[in-house]
Structures are given as C-alpha cells and as structure tokens.
C-alpha cells in the first residue's frame, strides 16, 4: 500500500512540474497544432501493433501537415511527434497513466481528475490516442528544419520499434 501511495504521489509531482511543452496552450520550438482547415497536404499513418506504415515523413518547413492516423491494431496506440528527449520524458508520465489504471491496453478510463487530486491527464498538443479500430487527426505546422520522431510512448511499443523518422526539410 505504501508502494501504491509513493507512485501516485510520484505521478502527482511530475504532472505537476510538468515542462511547458505539455501544456495545450503552448507550442514546441518546432511547431504548433493548427486546424485541420490550414492543412496544406494530409499523410495517412497506419498503426498495426507495434509498426507503423510508412515509416519515414519528409516535410518542408513551413508546412501544415494533417496527420490521418488510423489504428489497425488490436491495441491503443499514439502518435507523438517529438525528438528522442521528448519520447523518454513522455514514456515516463504513460508509465504512470498505466501503472494508476488510468491508461488500458484498449483505451484510456474517463477519470475525475479534479476530484482525485492530480492532474495526470493526456493532452499534449503534439499527440493523440487512437483506440483500435478508431481513426484520428493531427494537425501541425511545422516552423524550421530539423530532425524528429513520430512515435507511440505506450509502455513498451516505443522500445519493441513503434517509431518513425520525421525529417522537416529547408523550405
């Protein structure tokens, strides 16, 4: 009991002391959301379990991308757009989503945050949860040249390959 106490404690912290790139209102220094209506091309993602198809994105800096992320699994997976720094920290918090039950091998629980204490919740603008079968969308507008990944940071399917090469070229 104790052990369970500690964790969620942990978990409450971090959350708390979270960087400003997992707050929705701020963009990262490689981009930010834009509405799917800005988009200037649409990539199809495909999610089967543990794999993603394709496996490499170029883009132009300066472009809006709509991501169509399509989960052909049997599992929940993500699609998190970041650079390997950004991938560890973000395994650690779905570490803790899981180990407090909020997070499922098939989805996410609807949770009272609020009334629980914490504010463990998912909702990085640079990332969305696709349930299996379901379809989802990201839009984001790519500012500068650089080399990033798309992943899913679901325990576990970031480390059995569940990641991409994004490569935001000179417009």
């Given at each position: 009991m104790f052990l369970r106490k500690s964790l969620l404690l942990t978990a409450c912290l971090l959350a708390l002391s979270a960087?400003?790139?997992?707050?929705?209102?701020?963009?990262?220094?490689?981009?930010?959301?834009?509405?799917?209506a800005n988009a200037t091309r649409s990539i199809e993602v495909v999610m089967g379990d543990m794999s993603f198809d394709p496996r490499a994105i170029k883009i132009k800096a300066g472009e809006t991308v709509r991501?169509?992320?399509?989960?052909?699994?049997?599992?929940?997976?993500e699609f998190n757009l970041g650079d390997a720094a950004m991938h560890a920290q973000h395994q650690q918090a779905m570490l803790q989503m899981q180990q407090s039950g909020?997070?499922?091998?098939?989805?996410?629980?609807?949770?009272?945050?609020?009334a629980m204490g914490h504010g463990m919740k998912h909702d990085d603008p640079n990332s969305v949860l696709?349930?299996?079968?379901k379809?989802?969308?990201l839009t984001w507008t790519f500012t500068k040249p650089t080399s990033l990944e798309f992943a899913c940071n679901i325990p576990g399917h970031y480390q059995a390959g569940m990641v991409g090469k994004l490569t935001i070229e000179a417009p």
């Open positions: 960087p400003a790139w997992a707050s929705p209102a701020q963009s990262v220094d490689f981009g930010q959301p834009a509405p799917a991501f169509v992320l399509v989960n052909k699994g049997q599992l929940l997976h909020m997070l499922t091998p098939s989805g996410m629980k609807a949770m009272d945050h609020a696709v349930e299996p079968g379809t989802a969308e």
